[in-house]
């Protein structure tokens, strides 16, 4: 499957073997022992996937289920009439999809991808970036996408990126890209990150988003096993972003399952707190029910201050 698609997530080979993830992932690493394939958080890539940027072919494999219900949660997110950006990425594209049906919108984009998913979209108006394309990922980037962006205000930014930690916040592995990201978030009021579990925890070489400037993460659930994923949740919440995350139900074959649910799931590992001098105790995840105009499953894990 690595050979034939370039990358594959754990999740998907676990339901195309009919095991558990845990099992596969003691497999992948025996197979990446003898050479056969990298490891990457969340999945598998072809040797050597770890010295250069996947590209969009091999992205579009990654955690596609969990792409299909973080964006059904993101677009749950926008309003009739609002003004947004978004910017380039698989998971945005798929967000992309479903902003097509919100009337009103004005969409601002460097992503020849998220264009093209909304250049057919009734009452939805399409601003593109001018800049030079990027290929790999077929983005708009350099000094002219980042001036066309000068004196833009809109409400939020939905951006994706190669890894995010509560440390440092969202990155990526390009230059280029991280310029016009950034260019992005100083254009909106709010900085919504979309970023599948295999990203948390991940720090790539470009900074976009520090953690402080997020302030909303749409994620998946970490898989049962993965404590550095949940514990970088924890963290997270822990510097003030809010979290929402999807369910994916494996019994639907990788599917986000339907329906609402308010289900806990335990966030394993250390508190942090708010450092010292900062006047405030930390925050912890807890969940709550989603609003009823939301029709894909999830739970969205609001900040509440730790009662003492």
Same mark, same amino acid.
Not at 269 to 293: F, I, K, N
Not at 299 to 305: E, F, S, T
């Given at each position: 499957m690595?050979?034939a /698609?370039g990358?594959?997530s754990?999740?998907?080979?676990a339901? &195309?073997v009919?095991?558990?993830e845990v099992?596969v992932?003691r497999?992948?690493r025996?197979?990446?022992?003898e050479?056969?394939l990298?490891r990457?958080h969340g999945?598998a890539?072809?040797?050597? +996937?770890?010295t250069?940027?996947?590209?969009?072919p091999q992205?579009?494999?990654l955690a596609?289920?969990?792409k299909?219900?973080?964006?059904?949660l993101?677009a $749950?997110?926008?309003?009739?009439?609002?003004?947004? &950006?978004v910017g380039?990425?698989t998971?945005?594209?798929?967000?992309? =999809?479903?902003?097509?049906?919100? !009337? +009103?919108?004005?969409v601002?984009?460097?992503s020849?991808l998220?264009?093209?998913?909304l250049a057919?979209a /009734? =009452?939805?108006?399409?601003?593109?970036t001018? +800049?030079?394309?990027r290929g790999s /990922?077929?983005?708009?980037?350099? @000094?002219g996408a980042e001036q066309s962006l000068?004196?833009l =205000?809109?409400?939020r930014a939905f951006?994706?990126?190669?890894g995010?930690?509560?440390e440092r916040g969202? @990155?990526?592995?390009n230059?280029?890209?991280?310029?016009?990201?950034?260019?992005l978030?100083q254009a909106?009021?709010e &900085?919504?990150v979309?970023a599948d579990?295999s990203k948390?925890?991940t720090?790539?070489m470009f900074?976009t988003v520090?953690?402080?400037?997020i302030t909303?993460l749409?994620?998946?659930e970490? !898989?049962?096993?993965?404590?550095? *994923?949940a514990?970088?949740?924890q963290?997270?919440?822990?510097?003030?972003?809010?979290i929402?995350?999807?369910?994916v139900?494996p019994?639907?074959?990788?599917?986000? @399952?339907g329906?609402r649910?308010?289900?806990?799931v335990? &966030? !394993?590992?250390?508190?942090?707190h708010?450092?010292? $001098?900062?006047?405030?105790p $930390?925050a912890?995840?807890? @969940?709550?029910p989603?609003? !009823?105009?939301?029709s894909t *499953?999830?739970r969205?894990a609001d900040?509440?201050p730790?009662r003492?």
């Amino acid at each position: 499957m690595v050979r034939a /698609n370039g990358a594959v997530s754990l999740r998907e080979l676990a339901r &195309v073997v009919q095991t558990s993830e845990v099992t596969v992932r003691r497999d992948v690493r025996a197979l990446e022992a003898e050479g056969l394939l990298d490891r990457r958080h969340g999945g598998a890539v072809l040797p050597g +996937g770890f010295t250069r940027e996947s590209g969009f072919p091999q992205k579009t494999h990654l955690a596609t289920a969990e792409k299909t219900a973080i964006a059904d949660l993101a677009a $749950g997110l926008v309003e009739e009439g609002e003004a947004i &950006v978004v910017g380039a990425g698989t998971t945005t594209q798929e967000l992309a =999809r479903r902003l097509a049906r919100i !009337p +009103g919108l004005t969409v601002v984009t460097n992503s020849l991808l998220v264009a093209q998913a909304l250049a057919h979209a /009734n =009452r939805v108006e399409v601003v593109m970036t001018g +800049g030079t394309l990027r290929g790999s /990922n077929y983005a708009l980037v350099g @000094s002219g996408a980042e001036q066309s962006l000068q004196g833009l =205000r809109v409400t939020r930014a939905f951006l994706s990126g190669s890894g995010l930690t509560a440390e440092r916040g969202l @990155s990526t592995s390009n230059m280029l890209s991280a310029s016009v990201d950034r260019a992005l978030v100083q254009a909106a009021a709010e &900085v919504v990150v979309l970023a599948d579990h295999s990203k948390l925890g991940t720090d790539t070489m470009f900074q976009t988003v520090p953690s402080d400037v997020i302030t909303h993460l749409v994620t998946d659930e970490p !898989p049962m096993g993965d404590d550095r *994923a949940a514990t970088e949740l924890q963290a997270l919440a822990d510097c003030g972003v809010r979290i929402t995350v999807a369910s994916v139900s494996p019994s639907d074959g990788g599917e986000a @399952s339907g329906g609402r649910t308010r289900r806990d799931v335990p &966030v !394993p590992g250390p508190r942090r707190h708010v450092r010292p $001098g900062g006047g405030q105790p $930390g925050a912890t995840l807890r @969940s709550a029910p989603l609003p !009823p105009e939301q029709s894909t *499953a999830g739970r969205v894990a609001d900040l509440a201050p730790r009662r003492r």
